[in-house]
């Protein structure tokens, strides 16, 4: 039967989500997208084919419907866990979205809101915390966890056994070395190469990376990476031979 898929925030990420929904049906009909919900766009607008169905609030209009989180941009990543809080849609109700043609481990986790893009790859004993979202060619190595609401630009390539904390912004073709600590709220400037921590809320550019001098993304706003979302990442997912996780 199909699931019916609301996507919040009218914005660029979801030309990601949409792919994935799209690649996802081809092999097995599973979602059909209602539409969007978004405060910036006024109710029976439309973005990329799609109605916008009202503003965020009216989340408790679509009891029935699952949900997806494509909100968050270099300037708005820090607000992520706490904008899918304030929505009141428990946790269950966010979908989690794998492109069929990602390979993720059979023995990674995916939390609820995650969804993994075209051509990424998640290696094992990898933990992908609630809400985190991979834009396409995305790899993340073994072992590496994600903290919760972090987003994650094309080509970036985490390394084993790195931590990236909660609310996180890692930019377009980053890398990050292994063992490193990537504080919550941070963000990894396009390009840099990350071989040192980084700190809570810290902004780093360049290779190797060193902290943004210019911080003209405005001061960090920290939020606490204590949410109830779930960092524990218990969802098992199903194994490669099944070509489609979702
Ligand atoms: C680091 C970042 C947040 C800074 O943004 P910003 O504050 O708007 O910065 P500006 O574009 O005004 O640039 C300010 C200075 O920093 C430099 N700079 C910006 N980003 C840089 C980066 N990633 N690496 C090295 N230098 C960078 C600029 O060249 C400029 O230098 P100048 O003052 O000598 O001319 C941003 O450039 C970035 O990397 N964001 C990630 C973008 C991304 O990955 N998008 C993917 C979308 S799918």
Redesign the pocket.
């Given at each position: 039967m199909m699931q019916s898929l609301i996507i919040l925030g009218a914005s660029?990420?979801a030309h990601d989500v949409l792919d994935i929904v799209e690649a996802i049906n081809l092999v097995q009909p599973k979602w059909h997208v209602a539409g969007f919900l978004d405060d910036n766009f006024a109710r029976c607008d439309r973005f990329l084919g799609f109605d916008v169905l009202g503003p965020i609030a009216a989340v408790h209009d679509f009891q029935n419907h699952m949900f997806i989180n494509c909100i968050g941009?270099?300037?708005s990543h820090r607000d992520r866990s706490r904008l899918m809080l304030e929505t009141g849609i428990p946790i269950s109700k966010y979908a989690t979205l794998v492109h069929p043609q990602a390979n993720v481990s059979s023995r990674a986790r995916l939390g609820l809101g995650v969804y993994v893009s075209f051509g990424c790859c998640v290696g094992g004993g990898a933990a992908l915390s609630d809400g985190v979202s991979l834009?396409p060619r995305v790899v993340i190595g073994h072992d590496t966890k994600i903290g919760c609401g972090t987003i994650i630009?094309?080509g970036v390539i985490v390394s084993g056994f790195a931590h990236i904390g909660a609310n996180c912004?890692?930019?377009?073709?980053?890398s990050v070395k292994q063992y490193i600590r990537v504080g919550d709220n941070a963000?990894?400037?396009?390009?840099?190469v990350v071989t040192r921590h980084v700190q809570d809320g810290e902004?780093v550019?360049?290779n190797p990376a060193r902290t943004?001098q210019?911080?003209?993304?405005g001061e960090p706003e920290i939020v606490s990476s204590t949410t109830t979302l779930n960092s524990n990442v218990s969802i098992p997912i199903p194994t490669m031979t099944e070509g489609v996780r979702q």
């Open positions: 660029c990420n941009s270099q300037s834009a630009a094309p912004y890692l930019g377009a073709a980053c963000l990894v400037g396009m390009g840099a902004i550019v360049g943004f210019r911080n003209v993304v």
